[in-house]
């Protein structure tokens, strides 16, 4: 068995002699296995001891733990929490709050010793319970697969791996051993209780199926070890397809190129989809298989609109950026207008992203909400995300007569400058404002049904920069202007605005 | 219930109206469903009942199907077998041999009456059913993946489908429509019947895990569900590494080129594997993993060597066509001479093939054993496979003798002409034939160990032409002449043999 383990150390877990590793101790058969294995073989061990303070053996665990430790003479730490009151708090189960609490403490003692990696005492007996319960709670290949000798669980630290040695090792061979050993571990008796829904496996349903196949703890082993495989094969296509599916990614949220993304099989949507999940929230266990076809069903709705709660604070939002530039009347565009908006997101996109975040908007020009700014004429005021909006004054012409009426721009503005009063501000909306857009006969629009109207998301409403000319709104940049600034026969000098997004590269 | 089996059938088993269905139908409770469904919808069926003489009641039921698709108005067709003998004759269990006569069947009939499918009535629960005893019995992607809505069996047909229109109802709601539609279903009495292991599981593992978690089997039919999109993924990934990695097909055997295979991740290897396997021997089910796996660590050894058994009288064969090459002393080729053999298979490569298939040979000259043919001087044998032997005479000159000896192939000789007793003969080895070869100072070796000490192929060593002087081997081309007919300081007249590979391109 030694040197099993010690091939399995060296060809699968990567681990080295030439520097520590940190190994998690409870004291029961497994990992005192693995201890006295390690120690046998040479390896730097850092033993780590987390007391749950769950049971009134505890503490005359953590003291076995350390004499054995001491006699190896390899370095002993020793961790402490009231999992009750942890799990109570954030509303866990038991075992949940002790594994939360454990790892949490192993990997940051791993980061403190510089260990190469955190070394737990699963065995085969652990992987085909793990197997199981997920089968029958339902789970995708990300939950059969089972366990791995080497993983990487970003939740805990970005660089320490996570090793299970003994993934391969049954329960009975480790019994065996610990005989030959003469070494005593300490019994758990949660062990022995059917409370936890995974000990119920493991003395009730797992000896039921074995009397229907003599064999399944083997075979479900092997399912684990060939469908680890094939996830692996599904995660490295999910890596060569994110560039291309994800455009942008920020605090609490990613953007998700639409059409490249329901190009893809939808066996690699799911993967995507559980990928951005755990990146948003990387502590979240065992994602149901009902969130995820939400989100897929959301995704390849032909007439996707809106937004869906997924799972934990997260949800999927649609956004299509053509919508303004379409309801805008019908507008045409020259190609320069155009370009002055391209650079930026595709032109449909799915955002996934938690409840607070703050998602960036830099294809509409926005600014602080409740805010206030002067607008000098000449001059350019700096709005967020590269977008500016550029003030100056023209002589009536011809000339500019045809120009403004040749490119029906929205983003650009010519108005009768003896009408306004100056000088002009910036601002968003208020509660209550309206005004007479150009081309309405009678009357007054809110400001907040003119928007609606024009299909600007709710997100980028509320910091959307309006023109004021005293208490009247002169200008919704990207709608219209009123009716009361537009430029007559007699007017003689205009207001140019022009608002165009540029970006630091050009 | 009607709009979603219409849905199903129209958008994932792909059945038009316009060409008739063909519906086996047994009359028990979920075929009897499917066909008044289909007759609802208003499709053509041609309904297929299979009598497997197994129960008193068979002829009865038969009689029932019949009555019923009369009033229907569709075609009905009827097939018997008796399965209780074609299940000892063949070693099967009455299932597997109900299963295959059924089948067989209904795609005959499908066939003749130019259907555009075969269609039968597995439902959800069949489906969790399928899931279960696959994973009890250790299984990989393909049989957790449970059944498809549409698949292509192609042991039975080469163009039609099989289709499973029922796969996403339950059982109950099958119920219910009967009860609603005041039909009666035959009750399968093997149904109640805990001899066979798939009733075992569905009245008692199934109730006993239910009580574990009550939507085990929803959450084990979208496993299935969802697994079919993975193992789909995977499968048309193998399809596109299948020409890189296949280089011949024959009747029995498969080529594979070997370096590209190594190259795949495991989960790919297990994938190209699998399908081989079910190219070579289409009837064959649920190929066990241990068969699997131990063609996988044979593809993957590094000393990889011989041969290794797999499954159903399949094995693998590793060649590398460098052996004979390498071990007939240090020979020195010219790039003619290598060119002279390439365009062949690659320099390695493994076989998978059954035990009788006749394995091409093209890189070695082969003959049929046990003829004889005479090499008339000058002139020209054709070989099998497009090799070649070429007699001619030349006169002994120092140009001759520099050419000799400078390209020392074992692929051409030069002999002394007078020591020759002609006419040349061509065959292949007989028991005890023996000769002293070139080089060997006393005695002589026997033709079986010369050919094992060059690693030639055992298969490739009974169909190896030598050249005959009357009771002498004169030659073993590839390998040695005989000490005997070298040419000699007084050699005058000399023969100039040459042994090549010629495609039909050059």
Redesign the interface.
């Known amino acids: 068995m030694l040197e099993r383990i010690s091939s399995v150390l060296i060809s699968k877990c990567l681990i080295t002699k030439d520097q520590p590793l940190l190994l998690g101790v409870s004291g029961g058969p497994d990992s005192l296995c693995l201890l006295d294995v390690l120690h046998q073989l040479g390896y730097q061990v850092i033993v780590a001891h987390y007391n749950h303070m769950l049971r009134d053996e505890s503490n005359s665990e953590e003291e076995e733990v350390r004499k054995l430790t001491t006699k190896m003479n390899f370095q002993y730490i020793t961790g402490r929490g009231d999992i009750r009151s942890y799990a109570e708090l954030n509303n866990l189960s038991l075992e949940e709050a002790a594994r939360i609490s454990r790892y949490g403490f192993m990997f940051q003692q791993a980061e403190i010793f510089n260990a190469q990696a955190v070394s737990v005492g699963h065995t085969a007996d652990d992987q085909v319970e793990t197997v199981l319960m997920h089968?029958?709670?339902?789970?995708?290949?990300s939950g059969?697969r089972g366990m791995s000798y080497l993983s990487l669980p970003n939740t805990w630290s970005q660089s320490i791996s996570l090793v299970r040695p003994l993934l391969g090792v049954w329960r009975e061979e480790i019994q065996n051993y610990l005989i030959e050993r003469n070494l005593n571990p300490t019994q758990d008796t949660s062990n022995l209780d059917v409370r936890f829904y995974r000990n119920?496996l493991r003395h009730e349903?797992i000896p039921?199926?074995e009397s229907?196949?003599p064999?399944?703890c083997?075979?479900?082993w092997?399912?684990a070890e060939?469908?680890r495989?094939?996830y692996?094969?599904?995660e490295?296509?999910t890596e060569t397809v994110w560039d291309k599916c994800i455009m942008a990614e920020g605090e609490g949220f990613l953007a998700l190129a639409h059409a490249p993304v329901q190009d893809l099989?939808?066996?690699?949507q799911?993967m995507l989809l559980r990928k951005c999940i755990s990146i948003l929230n990387p502590g979240l266990r065992d994602v149901d298989?009902e969130s995820i076809?939400r989100g897929i069903k959301f995704l390849n709705n032909p007439s996707i609109y809106g937004r869906v709660d997924l799972v934990a604070g997260l949800y999927l939002l649609y956004e299509k950026n053509e919508d303004l530039i379409e309801s805008s009347n019908d507008i045409r565009l020259r190609d320069s207008e155009i370009d002055r908006r391209s650079n930026l997101l595709p032109k449909e996109r799915v955002w996934l992203a938690t409840w607070g975040a703050d998602l960036p908007n830099t294809e509409w020009p926005q600014i602080v909400p409740n805010t206030e700014t002067k607008l000098v004429i000449p001059g350019e005021v700096l709005l967020e995300g590269h977008w500016r909006i550029l003030a100056e004054r023209l002589e009536n012409s011809e000339e500019v007569t045809t120009q403004f009426k040749d490119y029906e721009d929205p983003f650009q503005a010519w108005l009768d400058l003896e009408s306004l009063q100056l000088p002009l501000l910036i601002r968003t909306r208020l509660p209550g404002d309206r005004l007479q857009p150009l081309g309405m006969e009678n009357g007054s629009i809110k400001v907040s049904d003119l928007m609606i109207n024009c299909k600007i998301p709710r997100r980028s409403r509320e910091r959307w920069p309006l023109i004021i000319s005293g208490e009247e709104i002169a200008w919704v940049p990207g709608l219209r202007i009123a009716q009361g600034f537009q430029i007559k026969e007699t007017t003689k000098g205009i207001l140019h605005l022009s608002i165009f997004y540029q970006s630091l590269q050009q």
Chains 1, 2 share one sequence.
Not at 265 to 268: A, D, H, M
Request: proline fraction near 3%.
């Open positions: 089968l029958l709670r339902g789970a995708g290949l059969l119920r349903v039921y199926l229907i196949n064999h399944l083997k075979k479900l092997l399912t060939i469908l495989e094939d692996s094969v599904l490295n296509l099989p939808l066996s690699l799911r298989f076809e």
